[in-house]
């Protein structure tokens, strides 16, 4: 079958995700493909979308649709991000090159993971490349490490680059326990392939990626004062903490449970949103990654509060299935999805979707 043939077989996020597992190494489709322990939360993400359903308006009069998003001085053509993901490269061999070509393509916010295999400025000149005239949007995902001075090197790299915020993962104490990457053994990269993001400047090793159970609110305080980028929180999932984060200057949230890769039989990220949304009262964006595979799950999160979604998992597949091509396929289809649900609707823009919208079942 021919590229051409497959391509026009390629009709849901679904189909892409299929057509990976047959092209990348099964440990590595396991270490993409899996979450922690009995994986109940990563199931659960994309089953709470389903058991949600949609409750259309009517002869609203409007024949024209605009889906674009701001975002902290991020424009975006859709609320659909790309959200952070580690290690490109095991997947296709541009890795985050192809994948930030497509994003920019596409005219939408890629967040770059500090567990990328390219560096993030190199990262940033293929975008730039692939969006002549416009300055596509990057921002940057951080695991803060205890060594702050190092953690600060890689905020300054981040603005040099031109990133326009910093996401920074908060759910890691620890690694989560990933016990697919267990049975297969898999905890190395393989050898020529490495986190770039974690080279030191001084010494150029690359360091090992340190998750911290000492981190606390006073590290968000002092990445605040170091820093004039907006700073997001991602991986928040209770109320309080939402209420604390504003508290603390926090710039927006995202709503994720790391597509159930860390703590096993957390809530579903839709399920955790609309208590989310209550306790920031309007005062910050609030983005919902996990489980989002159709242009219906991004309606409903819109819906019921949150100003954008990201997706993970799906972006991988598109990269492995056909590299830049597929990345770009994957975001086209969830773009004309959403397009389609938002007609269907009675919306013209995602300033219409309201909580009203959704059932449950």
Not at 178 to 196: K, S, T, W
Not at 237 to 255: C, E, N, S, T, Y
């Amino acid at each position: 079958m021919t590229i051409q043939q497959e391509r026009s077989r390629l009709l849901t996020v679904a189909d892409y995700q299929a057509l990976a597992q047959q092209r990348i190494e099964p440990v590595y489709y396991d270490f993409f493909a899996g979450a922690a322990q009995d994986e109940i939360t990563a199931r659960a993400n994309e089953s709470a979308l389903r058991e949600l359903c949609l409750l259309p308006r009517i002869l609203r009069g409007s024949d024209t649709r605009q889906s674009s998003v701001s975002l902290f001085g991020s424009t975006a053509s859709m609320p659909i991000l790309l959200s952070p993901t580690a290690f490109h490269k095991l997947a296709h061999p541009d890795g985050e090159l192809a994948t930030a070509r497509a994003a920019a393509a596409a005219d939408t916010i890629m967040i770059v993971s500090l567990a990328s295999t390219v560096a993030v400025e190199d990262i940033a000149a293929a975008a730039r490349a692939a969006a002549p005239g416009r300055d596509p949007a990057l921002w940057l995902q951080l695991y803060l490490q205890p060594d702050l001075e190092f953690s600060e090197a890689i905020v300054r790299r981040g603005e040099a680059a031109g990133v326009r915020a910093l996401v920074i993962t908060v759910d890691s104490p620890v690694f989560g326990h990933r016990e697919r990457d267990d049975a297969n053994d898999f905890h190395d990269l393989p050898a020529g392939l490495c986190c770039e993001n974690m080279r030191d400047g001084k010494t150029g090793q690359v360091r090992q990626i340190a998750m911290s159970s000492e981190l606390s609110w006073k590290h968000i305080d002092w990445l605040r004062g170091i820093t004039s980028l907006p700073v997001l929180l991602k991986g928040v999932l209770h109320p309080h903490d939402a209420r604390i984060a504003l508290d603390h200057g926090v710039d927006g949230l995202l709503v994720s449970n790391h597509g159930g890769r860390q703590l096993d039989t957390v809530p579903a990220t839709i399920t955790a949103l609309p208590e989310i949304i209550d306790a920031v009262g309007g005062r910050m964006p609030v983005i919902l990654d996990g489980g989002i595979r159709r242009g219906t799950d991004v309606i409903k999160a819109l819906a019921l509060g949150a100003s954008a979604v990201g997706v993970g998992r799906p972006v991988i597949w598109g990269l492995a299935a056909d590299g830049e091509a597929g990345v770009r396929g994957v975001l086209e289809l969830l773009r004309a999805e959403f397009d389609h649900a938002l007609a269907l609707c009675g919306a013209a823009s995602p300033a219409d979707l309201t909580p009203d919208l959704v059932r449950h079942y």
